[in-house]
């Protein structure tokens, strides 16, 4: 029998941490205050000295910066590439076969779920979201979909399903493994798993109470009837989550009007280049709805030959096909090798190695996709990409540095290099000796235990986030695993789910949501109140199927 951990000042002073975090989330205010300060008050309690409190500062952030660099870079990598086909107008090409086959409202509302889903899986939602919301938006209401059922469907695959489970970057498991102490391919494998119940639960129910008995006959009046909306909830987009996730959704729904100007300003200056310039209503078709002049685009490039630019757009249409096409089949190619390794003779690709296959991949892609686009200018171009991607990649996830800085020190195996301990001696596990204090009024009962950390990140999505909370469901999965005989990734992705599904853009208006409604035309409010039945009951379901095949 394990003997019962002796509770420090310490120890209080990291529960009171873990207290005010969840406070602060369900306020919807910013954490990273709190956390740097519970950081500098564990840290000086436990070792009484003033500068080891603010060492611990600096050290909780950069053994945190160590532990998820390699997911910060695969986002950089990953937002390169989008980048760079974004330059040649192949992630357009890549959806717009899709609105040939949305024949009426209800087939409408399953393709944009599933188109949303897979970039969304690839790229994330905050890029998926302008392009589907530009392009497929529009032909599913001229198919007869309600503005709201459009906006649940996008929600729903990409700020639900895909986000949740994550499992081609992997940030959301390698942040919640890392916490949990758990195998990374585990928690992602479980957590891909819950993400398909909870959407397809979720769109299930969406579809019955939402989408059926509304959908229209294709007609063009009803993309005149939604034009005629203007729905955003100005008051909902004055607020911001952790690491201000909703002020980078908001600056999405402003990108079609940036690449607007930027196409202007690039016609010009690819003829000088020597560039297949920009073509309105082909070479950026997602931008048709804006209006823009064809000759706004063709200033400079009317002092080349025809001969001349026609050459360059038809060789910049056949390498924005080729990449279209190129594109998914590489990455698609990249997830059966993961899941089956002895295809190519490969040993087991887990962890680390996962995240390096994907941000490789994407490195070559942006490369030679940048490269196509013209050989002039190849190398700038190609290190303006990776800077912008990195610049995202901070904006995205930085503040979850000293966020998780303060959760890994309660963890025995990152808690030493912050706190200061000399090699070899004791290093405390202030969370691990909390529950174990606690666990005589714990109920040691799976189902409770499971619900309780669904709970739990559904209290730290409320910030708007999602991903703040990770470190602390990670940890309490760790923590509470052993007690109820669950693996510690089960109860990991369990948190995951309600972390992600809650604060990822489904059941919080103050979310990347409102990136969604504002596509779509409909209030926020509407589509939280339109989802919250079918992603709670979805999560409820998926809680009960994790436990039983535990």
Known sequence: MHSIAVLTPAHFCYLAGVVAIIATMIFRANVVVPAILAT??????????????????????????????????VIALMTALLNGLRALGADVRMVRPFKRIMVNGHVAFFILALITYLISLFFWPTPAVPLVGAILIPAAVYAGLPPLGAAAAIAIAGQGMALSSDYVIKVAPGISAKAAGADMLAVANTAFGLSLVVGAVALTLTWFFVVRGRVNAPSAANLVAWEAEDAVDEAAQEHQGSFAKAELARGTSGALEEDRDALEDRGGQDARDGHAPFRHGDAAPALASLSIAPQALGGAALQMTPVAAGVLIDRRE??????????????????VVMMRPDMIGSGAIRGGDAAALIGGMAAV????????????G???????????????AFKAMGAVLPIAGFFFVGDASTAGPILGVAAGAHVPSFLFELVQACSQVIPQNPLFVSFGVLLMGMITGIDGSGFAGLPLTGSLAGALAPMVHLPAATLAAIGQMGAVWTGGGTLVAWSSLIAVTGFARVPVLDAVRALFLP??????????????FA
Not at 378 to 392: K, M, N, Q, S
Not at 535 to 540: D, E, P, S
Not at 541 to 547: K, Y
């Open 365 to 376: 892609l942006m490369m030679l996709a940048t490269l196509s686009h013209g050989r002039k």
């Open 40 to 73: 500098f008050a564990v840290a000086f309690a436990w070792s009484g000295k003033l500068l080891t409190g603010f060492q611990a500062i600096f050290m909780g952030s950069l053994i945190a910066a160590h532990e998820l660099f390699n997911i910060f870079l």
């Open 318 to 335: 056949l390498w924005s096909k080729v990449f279209a096409l190129v594109t998914p089949l590489a990455f698609l190619a990249v997830v």
């Open 378 to 392: 190849f190398l700038d171009r190609t290190a303006e990409h990776i800077i912008d991607g990195f610049v995202f």
């Open 535 to 548: 992603v709670v009951c979805g999560l409820v379901v998926a809680t009960l199927a994790a436990v039983a």
